[in-house]
């Protein structure tokens, strides 16, 4: 167990809707990543906060947006649901800005009707 | 873009020795190589990470290739245990992070 929790792990909204996940990092860590899983697919990073300022962003639309507060937990908000949304978002923690292990949560099932 | 690519599956016999390979063709100097593996409804586990030199932990040794692109992720002896998918990730460190995983590679141990 890393450490790392995430919440809901199971959610099931419409097309349209938007959608907030939330990620509780590993204590002592300070940045934190958030990645798109689609079935059967490899981990795709959406983007990285480190002390509250986003720090790198992958191939996604403005309608994924995040936050990272002052105790490091952070949330991954999708407005405007697709159906394409649909996918396993994980989150990760670390202790450093680059270079360090990442630390996984179990990841939040979202299913887009 | 950054572009990772590892072969779908591969197998292996229980306690031999795997070696699962990995190109990264556009890495650059501080861009780092990370493994980890997955299970069916888990999150991604640790296995290693390194810059430069070849590394080892008690999971497994990672040997990255004197151009760096290209890097090899060895079992020493392989458990059913090890049986997930195994990712390398070309993590891009400087002003603005990326991460790219690879599709992945499909491990299956044989007893």
């Known amino acids: 167990e890393t450490g790392v929790t995430q919440s809901p792990t199971h959610l099931i909204k419409t097309r349209g809707q938007q959608v907030t996940l939330r990620c509780s990092s590993q204590?002592?860590?300070?940045?934190v990543s958030w990645y798109q899983q689609a079935l059967g697919q490899g981990p795709q990073f959406i983007f990285q906060?480190?002390?509250?300022?986003?720090?790198g962003r992958g191939n996604f639309p403005p309608r994924f947006s995040g936050l990272q507060f002052p105790n490091y937990s952070s949330e991954l908000n999708v407005n405007a649901l697709e159906l394409d949304d649909s996918a396993l978002y994980l989150c990760?923690?670390?202790?450093?800005?680059?270079?360090?292990?990442?630390?996984f949560g179990e990841g939040s099932r979202l299913t887009v009707l | 873009d950054a572009k990772t690519t590892q072969p779908n599956s591969m197998e292996s016999n229980e306690e031999e020795p795997v070696h699962l390979p990995c190109n990264h063709s556009?890495?650059?100097?501080?861009?780092?190589i990370h493994w980890y593996r997955q299970l069916p409804s888990q999150g991604p586990e640790y296995v290693i990470h390194?810059?430069?030199s070849n590394v080892n932990n008690r999971m497994a040794s990672l040997a990255i290739a004197e151009d760096r692109k290209s890097s090899t992720l060895i079992l020493h002896r392989a458990t059913l245990r090890d049986a997930a998918v195994y990712y390398c990730?070309?993590?891009?460190?400087?002003?603005?992070?990326?991460?790219?995983f690879g599709s992945g590679t499909q491990l299956t141990v044989l007893p």
């Open positions: 990760a923690s670390s202790f450093k800005l680059a270079g360090d292990q990442l630390f």
């Open positions: 204590s002592g860590h300070n940045t």
């Open positions: 906060y480190y002390r509250e300022e986003e720090n």
């Open positions: 556009t890495i650059s100097g501080t861009d780092y």
């Open positions: 390194g810059l430069t």
């Open positions: 990730i070309h993590d891009r460190s400087g002003s603005a992070r990326q991460l790219t």
